[in-house]
Nanobody, 120 residues
């Protein structure tokens, strides 16, 4: 059974930092793109960042560019380092994986999500 499990969410003050991690199991993701989406209350799920299987290609949403950094820890693990957090970053963050690049809302594999709350 394929599972993506996120960790690292929590409550942080505006301007603070958090690091999200995603560990995948059940198959190897060595040829898959991995990345992150988020969904705030009352809003649609939106793309945050993606990294290709080789780690050569990275893509960020404009809203997080320069503040978030995605990295591939190994074939089955991806992290999202978040700096200078804003209240608008408050959302449930989902890890995703797919063979295509970049990721989309129709990506094949999804985690259950981890809550990030940024207080003002």
């Amino acid at each position: 059974q394929v599972q993506l499990v996120e960790s690292g969410g929590g409550l942080v003050q505006a301007g603070g930092s958090l690091r999200l991690s995603c560990a995948a199991s059940g198959r190897t993701f060595s040829r898959h793109t991995m990345g992150w989406f988020r969904q705030a209350p009352g809003k649609e799920r939106e793309f945050v960042a993606a990294i290709s299987w080789s780690s050569v290609n990275k893509l960020y949403a404009d809203s997080v560019k320069g503040r978030f950094t995605i990295s591939r820890d190994n074939a089955n693990a991806v992290s999202l380092q978040m700096y200078s957090l804003k209240p608008d970053d408050t959302a449930v963050y989902y890890c995703a994986a797919d063979r295509g690049y970049p990721l989309s809302a129709r990506s094949q594999y999804w985690g259950q999500g981890t809550q990030v709350t940024v207080s003002s």
